[in-house]
């Protein structure tokens, strides 16, 4: 039955008890071997609304090859006009975050959970994130990092797939995708920088995630 005799059906309220057809997105994406063929898919992506708003994507920066992935919630105005994660003010924080722990902003990679920004920087909706969940998953499978950092509820939820508060989720070694990569979930810098009592915990959590980077690789 297709999803038009589903729709008639149903408007004549009469139940129907099949199973409607998802529909396919506008546009399925093609198998891809590196970051910038990605970043183009990304660019021409309409699987929903949000592309109807933005600027531009933002597919992310940093090292193609870079062994800390870093993972935040969608883009802002400042990004959405930049084209480039975390420029505004949370970015700049998130840049000193990193470097407390020895890291330099162009040796990790830094993407978002969304590639487009959601109106009034609104929280992300179930549908959005699932259809950008396979842009994040193909970032992962080519980039092959050591360890991800997901910052933000939002990030750590949707990479997880829980509904955990982010308060309880940090302080433990998760693993993303079927090579177990090692995740960690602290504060979104923005958080952070209205709750600032809480960069203490923020620092504990780059640190625990640093111990389980070095641990994998010794
Ligand atoms: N907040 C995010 O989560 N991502 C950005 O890129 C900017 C702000």
Partial sequence: ??????????????DVWIQRTPAAPINPLVK???LAELARSV???MRCELHEHRIQTVFGT???DASWLIIGEAPGAEEDRCGEPFVGRAGQLLTAMLRSIGLAREQV?????LKCRPPNNRDPKEHEVAQ????LS???RLIQPRIILAVGRIAAQSLLKTATPIGKMRGQRYTYGE??????VTYHPAYLLRSPQEKRKSWQDLNFAKKLFEESCA
């Fill in 179 to 184: 090579q177990q990569i090692p995740v960690v």
């Fill in 109 to 113: 990679f830094i993407a978002n959970v």
């Fill in 32 to 34: 891809v071997t590196n």
């Fill in 1 to 14: 039955m297709t999803n038009q005799q589903h729709e008639m059906l149903a408007s004549m309220g009469i």
């Fill in 132 to 135: 950008c969940a396979e842009y």
């Fill in 62 to 64: 940093g090292a193609a």
């Fill in 138 to 140: 193909e970032q992962v």
């Fill in 43 to 45: 660019a021409k992506c």
